[in-house]
């Protein structure tokens, strides 16, 4: 399996619009690959403008935040492309697209790193930071897993929010939690759009 790599993705459309979502970024040689489901905003904005930035966090509410409507955290302008990083990142990369592999359901982006920057000292991921980045996955895929499934993560992911979340982790385990209770009672119009 390639390395996958969890990060922020910020896009812009032709009018500048920043749009941020989190992906995993797929290594490929000596470049990363971004794959976006049809239909996705990020799709559009690459085929638009062939340029993203991919911002490496720590804060895992950016990750529950962005699957959950929550999609207003600060950025800064990148420094060699047409975009913007999360002003809080710990490091980025900005990304050229070079070719596109089409497919029915997630093209392939093939970018070249064109500049990479370190703002801060990395702290590492502590148990529960490493669940909330697992819910925020399940949650952008409830529809499609089976129920049994859904409890069986929940209820392992839990015993690391038990034991290691801090105030950030528990906020955003409650917005990733308040998005799966809306799923399961067949009322997901009371969550707020992903
Ligand atoms: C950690 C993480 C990784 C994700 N990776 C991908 C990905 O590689 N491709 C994708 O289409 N969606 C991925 N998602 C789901 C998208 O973030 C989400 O569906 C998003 O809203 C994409 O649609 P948009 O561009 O219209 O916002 C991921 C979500 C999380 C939390």
């Known amino acids: ?13 032709v009018s500048g619009q920043v749009h941020i979502a989190p992906l995993g970024l797929i290594a490929e040689g000596d470049g990363w690959v971004i794959a976006p489901f ?16 991919a911002s490496h966090t720590g804060d895992v509410r950016v990750f529950a935040g962005c699957v959950t409507g929550r999609r207003d955290w600060p950025t800064v302008k990148a420094d060699v492309v047409r975009g913007v990083r999360l002003a809080d990142a710990v490091s980025h990369w900005e990304l050229a697209v070079e070719s596109v592999q089409e497919d029915e359901q997630r093209p392939r982006f093939r970018c070249r790193l064109m500049h990479a920057a370190t703002h801060k000292v990395w702290g590492g991921y502590n148990r529960a930071e490493a669940a909330v980045l697992e819910l925020a996955v399940l949650t952008t895929r409830l529809a499609m897993l089976p129920p ?14 038990s034991k290691t979340a801090g105030p950030r982790e528990l906020e955003a385990w409650e917005w990733l939690m308040e998005k799966v209770r809306a799923f399961r009672s067949g009322n997901t119009g009371a969550a707020r759009k992903s």
């Open 38 to 53: 049809k239909p996705s905003r990020t799709l559009d904005n690459l085929t638009a403008n062939p340029f993203a930035v």
């Open 148 to 161: 049994e499934k859904i409890d069986a993560e929940l209820k392992y992911l839990e015993i690391a929010i």
């Open 1 to 13: 399996m390639p390395r996958i790599v969890e990060t922020i993705v910020t896009t812009q459309d």
